[in-house]
């Protein structure tokens, strides 16, 4: 099956650092790829939206100069936490999605998240 | 997309069927029924996904009502391995979209 792989697995650091978190489509390529974020014991919420070769599409109340997105290719997505705080620890989880040539109905298939610890 | 609705928590014996139930009443004609599964910790599994008809695979069988505004996954002999956070997604079919909204699921507790 279509494999997602997401780098780091985990990451602490001090306040202020940026953190990039990679996300790459092993077998397949992929024009868009997802970003979500997870607080303890609440769901996934969709920060934005990651299209190859243009500029992520940001979901309302995300700040797009806080978390930068890169799609540079169609099978690597990134995104860089900017100086970041306390607030901004959370688990970050990436997907991708096999598109094109009939696969429109195709599921997202997840990264095994990123849990990003701010001290 | 269309919104979902799930209950909040179900029990199942380990060994029985697992029935979990997803309402989805404003579905429109193009927008497929996706079925997550989250583990403690870990990223969202895909298990099984369906337009109209019934489906199945190895992991799980997907009943999609006639109106398609109901749906039920059904994992037929539940594991221990099985307890899960479960999403129910409805998500538009387009190659250059196809967000999902995340609701907050169903808790699955498979008990021995």
Same mark, same amino acid.
């Given at each position: 099956?279509?494999?997602?792989?997401?780098?780091p697995?985990?990451?602490?650091?001090?306040?202020?650092?940026?953190?990039?978190?990679?996300?790459?489509?092993?077998?397949?390529?992929?024009?868009?790829?997802?970003?979500?974020r997870?607080?303890?014991?609440?769901s996934?919420?969709?920060?934005?939206?990651?299209?190859?070769?243009?500029?992520?599409?940001?979901?309302?109340g995300? &700040?797009?100069?806080? $978390?930068? *997105?890169?799609? =540079?290719?169609?099978?690597?997505?990134?995104?860089?936490?900017?100086s970041? !705080?306390? &607030?901004?620890?959370? $688990?970050? *989880?990436?997907? =991708?999605?096999?598109?094109?040539?009939?696969?429109?109905?195709?599921?997202? !298939?997840?990264?095994?998240?990123?849990?990003?610890?701010?001290? | 997309?269309?919104?979902?609705?799930?209950?909040?928590?179900?029990?199942c014996?380990?060994?029985?069927?697992?029935?979990l139930?997803?309402?989805?009443?404003?579905?429109?004609?193009?927008?497929?029924?996706?079925?997550?599964?989250?583990?403690?910790?870990?990223?969202?599994?895909?298990?099984?996904?369906?337009?109209?008809?019934?489906?199945?695979?190895?992991?799980a069988?997907l009943?999609?009502?006639?109106?398609?505004?109901?749906?039920?996954?059904?994992?037929?002999?539940?594991?221990?391995?099985d307890?899960?956070?479960?999403?129910?997604?409805?998500?538009?079919?387009?190659?250059?979209?196809?967000?999902?909204?995340?609701g907050?699921?169903?808790?699955?507790t498979?008990?021995?």
């Amino acid at each position: 099956g279509a494999v997602v792989s997401q780098h780091p697995s985990w990451v602490i650091c001090k306040s202020g650092t940026s953190v990039k978190i990679e996300c790459r489509s092993l077998d397949f390529q992929a024009t868009t790829m997802f970003w979500y974020r997870q607080f303890p014991k609440q769901s996934l919420m969709l920060m934005a939206t990651s299209n190859e070769g243009s500029k992520a599409t940001y979901e309302q109340g995300v &700040e797009k100069d806080k $978390f930068l *997105i890169n799609h =540079a290719s169609l099978t690597l997505s990134t995104l860089t936490v900017t100086s970041a !705080h306390p &607030e901004d620890s959370s $688990f970050y *989880i990436c997907s =991708a999605k096999r598109q094109g040539g009939g696969y429109s109905n195709q599921p997202q !298939h997840f990264g095994d998240g990123t849990r990003l610890s701010i001290l | 997309d269309a919104k979902t609705t799930q209950p909040t928590s179900m029990d199942c014996a380990e060994g029985r069927a697992a029935n979990l139930p997803c309402n989805h009443s404003t579905i429109s004609g193009n927008e497929y029924v996706y079925w997550y599964r989250q583990i403690h910790s870990q990223g969202p599994q895909y298990i099984i996904h369906g337009l109209k008809n019934n489906e199945t695979n190895e992991m799980a069988s997907l009943i999609i009502t006639e109106d398609r505004k109901s749906s039920t996954l059904i994992l037929p002999h539940a594991t221990l391995r099985d307890t899960a956070v479960y999403y129910c997604i409805v998500s538009r079919r387009d190659t250059n979209a196809g967000k999902s909204t995340f609701g907050d699921g169903t808790t699955l507790t498979v008990k021995p």
